[in-house]
Structures are given as C-alpha cells and as structure tokens.
C-alpha cells in the first residue's frame, strides 16, 4: 500500500482555489520532487498536507497508509509520520529552541509507544542534548542553539540547516520539505542535502520543493521529478525533468513564473 496518496486535491484561501485537483503518489522510502513556478501552489499543498487552517479543503482526499487524514489536526498528522520543513521558518521569542525539541521528540515517542515495542524512552534534558549532538553536528550548527529561542535571530542559512536538523530529530515517515535550499550558498545547500541523504537512509521518504535543480545533484537517491502549475501536477518524470527545467525553464512548458 502507498504511504501518502492525494486525491484529487481542492484547496482555497479566502474563497479563492488555490488547489485545483491535485493527485500524487508517494510510497515507502520514495524520493519525490515538485517544481514549479512562483504561485503555482506548492506552500500551499505543503501546508495542507500538515492541516495548516488558514486554507480550506474544498475537495479530495489525502490518505496515509490508506487512512484518510483530513479530519486529523496537526499533531495527529505528525503521528503518523509526516513532517513539514518550512519554506518561512517563523520566529517564536519566548519559546526555548531546546525545550520545544525535547517535547516534540517526547511526544512523539509517547504516540508511538502503543503501536510500536521497541520505542527510545524519554529523554531527559542532558539526555537530549547528548542525543541531539551529532543532529546539530550533522547540518553544520552548534549546541549554544539550543539555548536560544525557536528561530529568534536565525540568518536564513542557519533557519535552514535548523529545519531539517528538527527532521533528524523527529525521524518522520515521511519529510516535506518545502524550499528547504532557497537563499543558501553552496555549503549550506551541501549540508542540507547530507541532512536529508541522512534521512533517507533510514528508508524514509521525501518530498523536495525545490525552484533549483542545484540541491538535486547531491541527493543520493531520486525517483520522481514533478511539475506544479495552477493547482495541480502537470507532468511528471524521472531526474532528467529536473535538468530540462532547469535549463530550458518553465517557458518550455507553456508556464510563466508569477
Ligand atoms: P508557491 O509556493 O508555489 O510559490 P503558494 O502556495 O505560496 O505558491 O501560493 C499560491 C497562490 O496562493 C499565490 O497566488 C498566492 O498569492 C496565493 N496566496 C497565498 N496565501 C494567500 C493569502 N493569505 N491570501 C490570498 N492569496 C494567497
Ligand atoms: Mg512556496
């Protein structure tokens, strides 16, 4: 049975379609990618996915491990091992950066525990902070983040490499990752890219937003390329879509950028 299948996806913001009949398939360990672009809707997808409330879905479906999961809040949707990598990483001042991992990493593991034996326990603060180390090691960030607040005074480099630190962490079924390369500079896209080979490795999916075939080449396994226009995939293929984008832009498909 496939992980994640979407249906015929409709979705508004403020009476106005943004998704307008999106279908997709990912299985077990697949490795996806959407392109596309500006305003064709690829946020928006991301965050419908993860049950954002400002949109409204107005028709379709999306199913995990074929279970519906429109009706689940957030938290239920991460549960069943999706997570979202934000194209827009939000600042939270007040809230620890540590305390707000530790408790997403204990809750999580806590849901788990019914359905699966052999859980990791809960962490304590320093047991955290040793096993969150080699995360931190991993995208090229060091643990005084971890006594900051969630994002406050993060460069854009570092909202990045945090984010699919959080991956690491939480050990999804499958990772969304929107625009998880945008404003990097090389190293930075290099270290985002072993993040996420990381991830892979333990047999997880992905799904990569991504405007640049750039952070591609470092991935270490590909197997859909898909284009978003309007609200809906309109062609799908295999890595070398991604080079045809990239070199001949959207302009060859009949798409303009917004
Ligand atoms: P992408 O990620 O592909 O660039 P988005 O999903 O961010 O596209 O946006 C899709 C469309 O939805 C755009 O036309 C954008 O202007 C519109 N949109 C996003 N948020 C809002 C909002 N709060 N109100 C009205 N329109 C919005
Ligand atoms: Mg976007």
Redesign the pocket.
Known sequence: MVFLEVKDLHAN??N?E?LNGLNLKIDKGEVHVIM??????????A?VLLGHP?YTVTGGNALVKGESIMNLTTDERTKKGLFLGF?YPIEIPGVGYSHFLRNAYNTLNKSLADDQKNREVFLTVREFHEYVKKNLDSVGLDKSFLSRYLNEGFSGGEKKRSEVMQMLVLKPNLAIL??PDSGLDIDAVKAVAEAINQLIDTGAGVLV?THYARILRYLSKLDFVHV?SR?KIIKSGDKTLADELESRGYGWLGLED?
């Open positions: 913001i403020d106005k943004i596309g672009p500006n305003g064709s809707g690829k946020s928006t997808f965050n400002k194209q929107d625009e937003i978003m609200g917004k």
